[in-house]
């Protein structure tokens, strides 16, 4: 056991937003330990022009405000997204809104992109700009915007110095409508302007053309991939992160918090969201790059999501359970696997099991969730 293990229960008994911002602290103070960070050419991964020195990343919401990813890079993680990133700063929702399961090792939450916006997330990350470390920027849309289309072009222009790549996130249930940009012209329309923004930005700054990935959610039909899938190649998008937390409840049935409105994440994701990735991975072909997100929590279901069709994964609620040690303990795993299989590196499992996965019924919840 870890010493977050014999912590946890009393780090459980506050609040999980108190919680979460000792933890930001801790991180600021350099109270989490340094460690060593397995290093092994098989997991390196090339990626978007990027090259990642472990496929594992930790997703947008846990350095909303980019306060400390370089204490997360220090954790083991190949790479991290800040953000989620709005032009003006705003409060998000109504307090309490962040829930644990522990028993499903789930979390549901109704955050609402609270966060400092452009100008301050912007300083900090001009900061360090001259340092090591793949950090990627998640941008949002103010819940109050009149042109939320506008909001994503500004976040562009604004970060595209700063970040290693940009993540244009429409696929958050806490936002009320955003979800309606994963539609038809709407999603034509607002991947038009992005990529045109991104390419105006690099030509502005006479630098390289930053990597754009778009950030789905779960809560999809088989038809409404093959339409994003056909939007995002035609519309030249350098990728998709799959995906954001679901509106679904199954897995938590019975919990006190089951009613709880919010997006779930962690464990009772893991299959709705391997599925959907599977899905686009077939919609999209070999050579769409992917991120896989949902239900991360060791290494057998981050190599899942490998096997699945990512290139890289990501978590987050994984490490409410698991703690700052939970990057090491999976690249060791990993490490481990490589050597037992004897795979000369981690791209070789890459969807292998696509088919398997498409072939069996759906996850329970698959049909599509409207807000």
């Known amino acids: ?24 602290e801790a991180l600021k103070r350099g109270l989490v330990p340094r460690r060593d960070i397995p290093l092994d050419a098989r997991l390196r991964t090339e990626l978007v022009g990027l090259t990642f020195g472990n496929p594992l990343g930790l997703a947008a919401g846990f350095d909303k405000n980019a306060e400390v990813p370089d204490a997360i890079l220090r954790l083991g993680f190949g790479f991290v997204e800040i953000g989620t990133v709005t032009p003006l ?30 100008a301050e997330v912007a300083e900090r990350m001009e900061r360090r700009a001259r340092k090591a470390g793949i950090v990627g920027v998640n941008i949002g849309a103010n819940k109050d915007s009149t042109d939320r289309i506008g909001d994503y072009v500004t976040g562009i222009h604004r970060f595209a110095e700063l970040a290693r790549y940009l993540t ?24 038009t302007h992005a990529v045109a923004a991104r390419d105006g930005a690099a030509a502005l700054t006479a630098t390289d053309r930053k990597p754009l990935f778009l950030k789905v959610a779960p809560d999809l039909s088989l038809e409404e991939v093959e339409a994003i899938s056909e939007t995002a190649k035609r519309r030249k998008v350098d990728g998709l992160i799959v995906s954001n937390t679901t509106l679904s409840r199954h897995g938590i049935e019975g919990s006190r918090h089951e009613n709880e409105t919010g997006g779930l994440s962690g464990r009772p994701l893991f299959n709705r969201s391997t599925y959907v990735l599977a899905a686009f991975r077939r919609a999209l072909g070999p050579d769409f790059p992917l991120i896989g ?23 987050y609620s994984a490490m409410v359970y698991g703690g700052p040690d939970l990057p090491i303990r999976i690249l060791n795993d990993m490490i481990r696997f490589l050597d037992e299989t004897g795979l000369d590196t981690i791209r070789q499992l890459r969807d292998t099991k696509m ?17």
């Open 89 to 118: 700063p705003q409060e998000g929702n109504a307090k309490p809104r962040i829930f644990r399961i522990p028993e499903a090792r789930a979390v549901i939450n109704r955050l609402g992109f609270n966060n400092e916006g452009h």
């Open 355 to 371: 088919e398997e996965i498409l072939s069996r019924d759906p996850p329970i919840g698959w049909e599509a969730i409207r807000p």
């Open 168 to 191: 244009i996130n429409i696929s958050s249930p806490n936002t009320p409508g955003l979800r309606n940009l994963q539609k038809g012209s709407d999603l034509d329309d607002l991947l």
């Open 1 to 24: 056991m870890s010493l977050y293990d014999f912590a946890r229960p009393l780090i459980f008994q506050l609040d999980a937003e108190r919680a979460h911002g000792l933890a930001i």
């Open 293 to 315: 997100v949902g239900g991360v929590e060791n290494a057998r279901t981050a190599l899942a999501k490998i096997e699945a069709g990512a290139d890289l994964v990501q978590l």
